[in-house]
C-alpha cells in the first residue's frame, strides 16, 4: 500500500460544477497538509495549506482534513476552465521538513 | 517576495552525454534546496536535499549527484545520461524563517529528454 493514495482521474466536470479532490493516507504521523495546482508543463504550485485536522476556505476552494479517518480533500466551487489542470496533494510529519509525501495528482478538465 | 529559477526550461540530450541543470532562489537566506523528477503519470520522486552550503543528502542511488556551491544554488548533475534520466526535474525551497508554514514551493521546472 502507497503512503499517499490519490485517483489519478482524469476527471471532467462542466464549467459551474463543483469539484471534489481527495487524498487517503496511512501515516498517522502526518500533521501538514498541501494542495499543489500543477499546469501542463509547469512547476507546481502551492494552492492550499492545512494543518491538522478541520476545515479551510480560499476563495472557490476549501480544503478539508480529517485526521480519524485519514482523508484530506480539496473542493472546488463554481468551477472555471482555467481551474483545468493537475492537482497533487501532500503531507509531512511536524518534525521533518524534509520528508513530503505526494499523491500522484489527478487530472482535472473543466468543459466551458 | 522569493523567487525561484531554474535553467535551461527544455534540454534534449544524448546519452552517455552530462548534464548539468541549476537552480538559484532569491530573496530569502538559507533555505532548504529540493530536487525532485516527476515522470509522465507518475508522483515527484525526491532525489537529493541540502539544508546548507556543501550539505547534500541522497534519497535514491543513481547516476545523478547535486551540489550547494552557494547558499541559494543548487545544481544536478550527471556524468553520463542514461534514458531512464528523461523527465521533469523541480527544484523546491522551503519557506524561511519569516514562512512558519514550512510548505514547499517550486521551480518551473526543467524538462529533460535523453535520446
Known amino acids: 500500500q502507497k503512503e499517499v493514495e490519490q485517483d489519478p482521474g482524469p476527471l471532467s466536470v462542466p464549467e459551474g460544477a463543483i469539484v471534489s479532490l481527495n487524498c487517503t493516507y496511512s501515516n498517522s504521523a502526518f500533521q501538514y497538509f498541501m494542495w499543489y495546482r500543477q499546469y501542463s508543463r509547469k512547476g507546481p504550485e502551492l494552492l492550499m495549506y492545512?494543518?491538522?485536522?478541520g476545515n479551510k476556505e480560499d476563495g472557490r476552494f476549501t480544503a478539508q482534513v480529517d485526521k480519524s479517518s485519514k482523508y484530506i480533500s480539496l473542493f472546488i466551487r463554481d468551477s472555471q476552465p482555467s481551474d483545468s489542470a493537475t492537482y497533487l496533494c501532500?503531507?509531512?510529519?511536524?518534525?521533518?521538513?524534509?520528508?513530503?509525501?505526494f499523491g500522484a495528482g489527478t487530472r482535472l478538465t473543466v468543459k466551458p | 517576495s522569493q523567487t525561484i529559477h531554474q535553467w535551461p526550461a527544455t534540454l534534449v540530450q544524448p546519452v552517455g552525454s552530462p548534464l548539468s541543470l541549476e537552480c538559484t532562489v532569491e530573496g530569502t537566506s538559507n533555505p532548504n534546496l529540493y530536487w525532485y523528477r516527476q515522470a509522465a503519470g507518475r508522483g515527484l520522486q525526491l532525489l537529493f536535499y541540502s539544508v546548507g552550503i556543501g550539505q547534500i543528502s541522497s534519497e535514491v542511488p543513481q547516476n545523478l549527484s547535486a551540489s550547494r556551491p552557494q547558499d541559494r544554488q543548487f545544481i544536478l548533475s550527471s556524468k553520463k545520461l542514461l534514458l531512464s534520466d528523461s523527465g521533469f526535474y523541480l527544484c523546491?525551497?522551503?519557506?524561511?524563517?519569516?514562512?512558519?508554514?514550512?510548505?514547499?514551493?517550486f521551480g518551473p521546472g526543467t524538462r529533460l529528454l535523453v535520446l
Open positions: 523546491a525551497w522551503i519557506g524561511g524563517a519569516a514562512d512558519p508554514r514550512k510548505a514547499q514551493y
Open positions: 492545512t494543518y491538522s485536522s
Open positions: 501532500a503531507m509531512r510529519a511536524m518534525y521533518n521538513n524534509n520528508d513530503m509525501r
